[in-house]
């Protein structure tokens, strides 16, 4: 096709982090320059920017947490803490100049679909009119704070893990974190050892598998740096293995899961030697039904001398302290909510209107669905990175955005050359995709009978329900015949204004 022929579209991406990052990047080397980042903090990096809490690692192996085109030698713990990997995304934008384009301090309050093209409001009051929106908004960023009696009445210092409080110095003091997933794993087995008592209030037990962490020599580093070849080849090693067992686990595989579980159940026996405490700390659902929580560490802290698991329910929290049920008061300076995120948000609360009015809360009112994860009917030229049914247990997500960018340049590029006037899956293959989803489910971990933020509001599990290479297969080549190879007809909605007259 004649080279002048080709359009070429205007961008927004929304949130600089991981995935901000990567899509800059590969626009640009699709030759699509003009690229509008907004990001409503003041720096890059989503989920490991709001996140500093003491511990904060990705259990994720750091040379597979990485993108594929730049491998990171400087790599100091085969399990990255949360500043070096800020400190890796930081470098990626900077290499990339990636960092200079992104509009900081200005989120997107409205985004509106009309004459095929997308109208967006930002915090600050700007207007941008733009021929693509890609949400990049992650999964996992606002947090749930739990609807407890008296939350409101504490007279000490309380925050949630995603909003550390570093002004407060826990040395000597009487803390108590209500949760045990990933997240208080991680501070737990950290701040155990500073703090005077460390109440932990469980409400359900995990499963801990235990990898230990390792350093990285000098010398280990040396060896790969410049050396991308090398780099790529570690992190499909890891790769492989993180495949092989915890992601075949979890979606089906009998013999990964009977590997995996007996691991796990080993750990809890061998770790744990007091069999009341091992009793209290002794899930009764499958292994990886919730997140599977990567730790070597966290039961030596669980059995340290100032550490108390309570597992009473929690009745309401006074002004001292966490009152359980029976009344016993356990008294606190601080209080940690590692009470996890509200998954389902994505997005939102953004106000996202598509075609013909459509708001996104009246397109997900029956269930919170999308096509590929990535395309929700009604919403032309509009991508969701990461959306529902995308993780895939214990995988590296830069990995799923990577074949999810893939993808959706190659939608673009058909819309450039105008084998599709706008990008808009049809419903008829949304519902055929998570018809596709939901059969796959049986066979997973996750329907074994635990809550987690896996689950959606009917129960049903918002993962990736088959392997990684079906995944990748999946995500090869866009099917044209799942999307409107004419742009639908639109009815345009009355703007607020016109309706008010
Ligand atoms: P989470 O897994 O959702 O855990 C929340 C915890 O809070 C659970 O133990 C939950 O108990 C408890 N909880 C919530 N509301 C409560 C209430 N009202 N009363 C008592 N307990 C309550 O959250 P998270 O630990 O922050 O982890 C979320 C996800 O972040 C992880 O699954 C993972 O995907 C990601 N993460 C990853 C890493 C990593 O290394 N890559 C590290 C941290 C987090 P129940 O179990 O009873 O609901």
Redesign the pocket.
């Known amino acids: 096709m004649d080279n002048k022929a080709i359009k070429n579209p205007s961008v927004a991406v929304i949130g600089a982090g991981m995935t901000g990052i990567l899509l800059a990047i590969k626009l640009r080397e699709a030759g699509i320059n003009d690229i509008t980042i907004l990001e409503k903090a003041d720096k890059l990096g989503g989920t490991w920017r709001e996140n500093t809490y003491p511990g904060l ?4 192996p750091a040379h597979m947490y990485t993108y594929s085109f730049q491998g990171n030698p400087e790599w100091e713990h085969r399990f990255a803490h949360g500043d070096e990997i800020q400190a890796y995304f930081e470098k990626v934008a900077g290499d990339y100049n990636v960092t200079e384009q992104i509009r900081f301090n200005e989120a997107v309050d409205e985004s509106h679909y009309q004459d095929r093209q997308w109208h967006l409001v930002t915090s600050k009051g700007n207007k941008l009119v733009v021929d693509f929106v890609i949400a990049a908004t992650g999964i ?1 960023h606002h947090p ?1 704070y ?3 009696d008296g939350i409101d009445s504490f007279k000490g210092d309380m925050w949630h ?1 995603a909003r550390w409080n570093h002004d407060v110095d826990l040395a000597g003091k009487r803390v108590g974190i ?7 794993a ?1 501070i737990i087995s950290e701040i155990s050892d500073k703090v005077g008592q460390l109440t932990v ?4 037990p ?1 499963w801990i598998f235990s990898i230990p962490d390792k350093e990285y020599t000098e010398d280990d580093k040396t060896r790969l740096r410049g050396n991308q070849k090398l780099m790529s080849k570690l992190s499909a090693r890891y790769a492989f293995v993180m495949r092989n067992t915890f992601t075949a686990a979890v979606t089906g595989n009998k013999l990964a899961h009977g590997i995996v579980s007996w691991m796990t159940k080993r750990n809890l026996r061998k770790s744990v030697r007091d069999p009341e405490l091992r009793a209290k700390l002794t899930p009764d659902y499958k292994v990886g039904c ?2 599977l929580i990567f730790s070597s560490t966290f039961y030596d802290a669980m059995q340290r001398d100032n550490v108390y698991l309570e597992t009473t329910g ?1 009745d309401r929290i006074s002004e001292n302290g966490v009152v359980v049920q029976g009344g016993e008061e356990h008294e606190l300076d601080v209080l940690i909510l ?4 509200k998954p389902f948000n994505f997005m939102r609360p953004m106000d996202l209107t598509g075609r013909d009015g459509l708001s996104i809360d009246e397109a997900w009112s029956k269930k919170i669905q999308a096509y590929r994860s990535l395309c929700i009917p009604g919403f032309p030229n509009f991508f969701l990175m990461l959306g529902p049914n995308a993780p895939i247990g214990n995988y590296s997500v830069i990995a799923m955005s990577e074949v999810q960018t893939q993808y959706l340049l190659k939608l673009i590029d058909h819309w450039r050359q105008g084998t599709l006037e706008t990008v808009e899956a049809t419903e008829e293959a949304k519902v055929r995709y998570n018809e596709h989803i939901k059969a796959g489910m049986g066979k997973t971990v996750w329907v074994g009978g635990c ?3 896996y689950l959606d509001a009917d129960g049903d599990p918002a993962l990736w329900p088959y392997s990684w290479d079906q995944w990748v297969k999946e995500l090869e080549e866009p099917d044209l015949d799942d999307f409107h190879r004419r742009a639908p007809a639109e009815v345009v909605p009355l703007q607020p204004a016109e309706k008010a007259a």
């Open positions: 690692a990705c259990d994720v996992l749930a739990p609807d407890i893990t209500i949760g045990t997933g990933s997240t208080a991680q209030f469980q409400r359900t995990q919730k997140r929690i590692a009470t996890g995120f809550q987690s933020w």
